[in-house]
């Protein structure tokens, strides 16, 4: 699956036989791989870098989604600011020549350190004066560029939290981990009891769970509490406590 024009959202879809590396499929499929300076590949929801797609072999169902993104253009940069940093790459190269010699007989070097000494010089003021004149622009943080420094985006954040389009968690090894929930939690009232259900959402399975808790206390200790577990298999039951 592809997008050829990066202003259309119309995908390419091509059917390829498995066995062949992500190198192969892309030949195969008529992408001419050494132009996408600027692709990103996902194997299902997993990202491929692209150092490895000469090696990388899909398994037979899997879906390769491929997209270029647009790249190397000017990165918000202020255009005045760009004109003066070429204007001062000129003026150096016009005038530490000249200036060199100055610079030679004043500290008694040879021409060749006269000049670079020359160049060092207008370099730095020139640099001060474009800072003035078109000071660098401010860095830009984007609601999802803050949510993935906060505690609650990564798998060990102190609580629970709803992050829909957010990341599935990727577990490896051996983790304390606060999941995420995998639907909006609710709450059901049946005679004189009212029971809150909620659906977590651990990791890409299978995954082993263990030790339950609900703050720091097991969960064992509490009364009336009902627990489905789906460790991600293909023989778990499906879901009873939560519709």
Known sequence: MSRRNLLSTTR?????????????????????????????????DWYVPRAKWHCVRPRP???????????????????????LQIALIAAVAAFAGPLGATFATQFGVTATVGTALAGAAIGLA???????????????????????D????SIAGGSNALRPWGPVPLLLGQHR????????????????DQFWRALFLIGYGPVAIEELKIGETPIEDFQDVAVE???GYPT????????
């Open 236 to 243: 778990d039951p499906p879901r009873a406590l939560f519709t």
């Open 61 to 83: 169902g899997r879906t390769i989604a491929l997209s270029i993104v647009p790249g190397g253009g000017g990165g918000g940069k202020n255009p005045l600011r760009v004109i």
């Open 150 to 153: 906060s505690p609650t985006y």
């Open 229 to 231: 577990i789906r460790e």
């Open 126 to 148: 020139g640099s001060l004066l474009i800072n003035a004149i078109a000071p660098p622009a401010a860095p830009k943080f984007d609601r999802l560029s803050a949510e993935r």
């Open 177 to 192: 981990v606060f999941p995420p929930y995998a639907a909006q939690p609710y709450t059901e009232v049946e005679g004189d």
């Open 12 to 44: 390419n879809i091509v059917e390829l036989p498995a066995g062949g590396t992500i190198l192969d499929i892309l030949d195969a499929a008529g992408v001419d791989v050494p132009a996408l300076a600027n692709a990103h590949l996902f194997i299902d």
